[in-house]
């Protein structure tokens, strides 16, 4: 995976601005929007404007863009002034991933149990 846009690929569409979404931030390397069906009262996705189809192989393909994708985590975070919050990664269809464009999810704004189940 060469991190090259996919035309399959919706976050691939929202980072080139032909899907809408509600952006929050974005960074020469990285986008963050809210997420369409949110889970907590700050529910936002933050993706690698390339395209890798999840985190570990973003990591391995180009480590500092996926250090990109966590450090804009933490500054959405900061933006909505949250004292804790959590970031996830879901990997494969077994846990949930359904958009295999890597993305963090950052929730937060209540209480988070853990486990999640
Ligand atoms: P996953 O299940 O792959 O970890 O997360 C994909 C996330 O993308 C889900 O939380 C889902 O609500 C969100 N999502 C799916 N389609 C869209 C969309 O068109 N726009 C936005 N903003 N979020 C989306
Ligand atoms: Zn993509």
Redesign the pocket.
């Known amino acids: 995976m060469s991190g090259e846009p996919q035309d399959d690929c ?1 976050f691939c569409k ?1 980072a080139e601005g032909h ?1 809408p ?2 952006i929050v931030r974005e960074t020469e390397t990285t986008v963050a ?5 949110p ?1 907590a009262p700050t ?1 936002v ?1 933050v993706i690698p404007k390339a395209h890798y189809k999840d985190a570990a192989t973003l990591a391995t393909a180009d480590p500092a863009l996926a250090a990109d994708v966590l450090r804009e985590a933490q500054a959405v975070a900061d933006e909505d002034k949250l004292e804790s919050y959590r970031v ?1 990664f ?1 990997t494969g269809a077994g846990a ?4 295999f464009h890597a ?1 963090a ?1 950052v929730l937060g704004g209540r209480g988070l149990q853990w486990p999640p189940g």
Request: hydrophobic share 45%; aromatic share 4%; proline share 0%.
């Open positions: 919706l929202i899907v979404a509600t929007f809210r997420d369409i069906n889970q529910h996705l996830v879901n949930g991933q359904t958009v993305h999810h």
